[in-house]
């Protein structure tokens, strides 16, 4: 979505709270919503998968996470130059007394707006990265009308905790930036089989539509 993925910058939820940080790293905090941040560590290179910042939090409902620069640079823009990370491994502990058969997330440079072609925000449109989930199986991403993720092809009941592992890339860093975090959605972006099953339960109404009206 914005342009390549050769510089990867990050967001991950984290706060103060039990946090470990490298010096430059940025601050999470919650912005609005039912979430609690419990911890975090950004001391790591957070450059691959396998360095990526990690953060743990609590959620009740819907929520969105603000992440803050604390050095007066932004996130870096070159993969030689990092003063943040790229990678984050970010895991959740449903308390919202449901079970969550989807879980999304949106990032935003201005609350409220969607994030479009050309601000340099994304889940590292590009670069060919592989997102991961512990619990759910399938991934629906949109790059081109804003910046955002669905998981689903699972679940996480009530009680119980999942991860993700994604990266963002910010090639024009500004900060704040803000990720939105949403379980249940009840328009959710459908998979490639949903969308084939709606499709033809669409096909057979107008056909059983036209039956009716001779």
């Given at each position: 979505?914005?342009?390549?993925?050769?510089?990867l910058a990050a967001l991950v939820a984290a706060s103060t709270v039990g946090s470990s940080n490298l010096f430059g790293a940025p601050i999470f905090s919650v912005a609005n919503g039912g979430i609690s941040i419990t911890s975090?560590?950004?001391?790591?290179?957070g450059t691959t998968a396998g360095t990526a910042w990690t953060v743990?939090?609590?959620?009740?409902?819907?929520?969105?996470?603000?992440?803050?620069?604390?050095?007066?640079?932004?996130?870096?823009t070159t993969i030689?130059?990092?003063n943040?990370?790229?990678?984050?491994?970010?895991?959740?502990?449903?308390?919202?007394?449901?079970?969550w058969t989807?879980?999304?997330m949106e990032l935003q440079e201005i609350l409220g707006t969607a994030s479009g072609e050309g601000d340099g925000l994304s889940f590292a449109q590009a670069?060919?990265?592989?997102?991961?989930?512990?619990?759910?199986?399938?991934?629906?991403?949109?790059d081109s009308t804003r910046d955002y993720l669905n998981f689903s092809g699972g679940s996480v009941l009530n009680g119980q905790s999942v991860s993700f592992t994604f990266a963002v890339t910010d090639n024009t860093p500004t900060s704040p930036v803000y990720l939105l975090q949403t379980p249940n959605r009840a328009d959710r972006v459908p998979d490639g089989g949903s969308t084939g099953l709606l499709l033809l339960l669409g096909l057979a109404g107008v056909i059983g539509l036209k039956k009716k009206m001779r």
């Open positions: 979505m914005k342009l390549n993925g050769i510089t975090q560590n950004t001391g790591t290179a743990n939090e609590t959620m009740i409902s819907t929520g969105t996470l603000a992440l803050t620069d604390t050095d007066g640079t932004p996130l870096a030689g130059a990092f943040s990370g790229s990678w984050i491994t970010k895991t959740v502990l449903n308390n919202s007394g449901i079970t989807s879980f999304e670069a060919g990265l592989t997102f991961t989930s512990n619990l759910f199986s399938t991934i629906t991403r949109i």
